[in-house]
């Protein structure tokens, strides 16, 4: 016999923080021992091919206040362009990485190598960028976004190019502060608010 659709009960939802952090980041989280580096602590090993970059930033909420117990995790290509797990990718290069914010600046930074440009099924080229998953306080859902690199051509990406309110572009683009080294701030609402993806 089938069950009548209207007994059953929605679950409840609740927000990612702060407990996330117990679960996914347990060392950060001041639970030491658990593993002996944190898992998604590097996307990469001594020997791994291309430039190391530096990507700093904050995550703020709508009225501009910081989230210090912001997480997200990043997934990229490597400095060719090619996924773990696809031939000729990097064996030193895991391309995955949970970056969380400092609790008291609520800066985060994400050390990695530079992505290249890959490939999409089609043939067509991706500008290098980093895809990135945010959760925290207030998060129900995990909301994905990605980083796109300033001095990079960014002009024929496919996904930027569907990007209808194109001065919202911006708002994925990480600014080159240095010698490898970039700035990119989130905001989850208001006038400049990051533009996300329904992945």
Excluded at 150 to 171: G, Y
């Amino acid at each position: 016999m089938v069950q009548k659709l209207q007994t059953l009960q929605e679950t409840p939802s609740q927000t990612a923080g702060p407990f996330v952090h117990i679960g996914m980041v347990p060392t950060y989280a001041g639970l030491s021992g658990i593993y002996d580096l944190e898992i998604g602590a590097a996307t990469f090993v001594d020997g791994a091919i291309g430039e190391i970059v530096e990507i700093s930033g904050t995550i703020a909420d709508g009225s501009g206040a910081l989230l210090r117990d912001a997480m997200f995790e990043s997934w990229q290509a490597d400095a060719n362009g090619l996924f773990p797990g696809q031939d000729g990718a990097d064996p030193k290069f895991s391309g995955w990485a949970r970056v969380c914010a400092d609790p008291e600046s609520g800066k985060w930074t994400l050390r990695t190598i530079k992505p290249g440009r890959s490939v999409n099924r089609d043939g067509r080229q991706q500008a290098p960028h980093i895809a990135i998953w945010i959760v925290a306080r207030g998060v129900n859902v995990g909301l994905q976004s990605r980083i796109y690199f300033e001095d990079e051509d960014n002009d024929s990406d496919p996904v930027l190019s569907r990007i209808e309110h194109k001065h919202r572009i911006d708002t994925l683009i990480a600014k080159k502060t240095g010698d490898g080294t970039y700035s990119f701030d989130i905001r989850l609402q208001g006038d400049d608010e990051t533009v996300f993806f329904d992945m």
